[in-house]
């Protein structure tokens, strides 16, 4: 069984960090990219930061370019998301995503494969 747990969302104040973890099972973890994802009340999910299957190129939102970094550790199938400078705007829950052979596309979230539940980030000014 496929599995994808986030963790390490919360609550911080503007310009304060944030690193959210995104740990896989059930999946060989290279056949895999790896996606953040977040929806805000009333908004549409949309795409963070993604990193892709294999060689492990690194794609972010322009909102979050230079503020976020996306990260992996093969040797514990898990995917880091460190949040800097955060914003009332980034906001919103959190999803990470896997997508099998995913390359440039890794942004878009229509194609994902699994789903975790989702961890709930709160910037307060």
């Known amino acids: 069984e496929v599995q994808l747990v986030e963790s390490g969302g919360g609550w911080v104040q503007v310009g304060g960090s944030l690193r959210l973890s995104c740990a896989t099972s059930?999946?060989?973890?290279?056949?895999?990219?790896i996606g953040w994802f977040r929806q805000a009340p009333g908004k549409e999910r949309e795409g963070v930061s993604c990193?892709?299957?294999?060689?492990?190129?690194?794609y972010h939102a322009d909102s979050v370019k230079g503020r976020f970094t996306i990260s992996s550790d093969n040797a514990r199938n898990t995917v880091y998301l460190q949040m800097n400078n955060l914003k009332p705007e980034d906001t919103a829950v959190y999803y990470c995503?896997?997508?099998?052979?995913?390359?440039?596309?890794?942004?878009?979230?229509?194609?994902?494969?699994?789903w975790g539940q989702g961890t709930q980030v709160t910037v307060s000014s």
């Open positions: 995503g896997a997508l099998k052979y995913g390359g440039s596309w890794c942004i878009k979230g229509a194609l994902y494969d699994y």
């Open positions: 990193i892709s299957s294999g060689v492990g190129t690194t």
């Open positions: 059930g999946l060989t973890f290279d056949d895999y990219a």
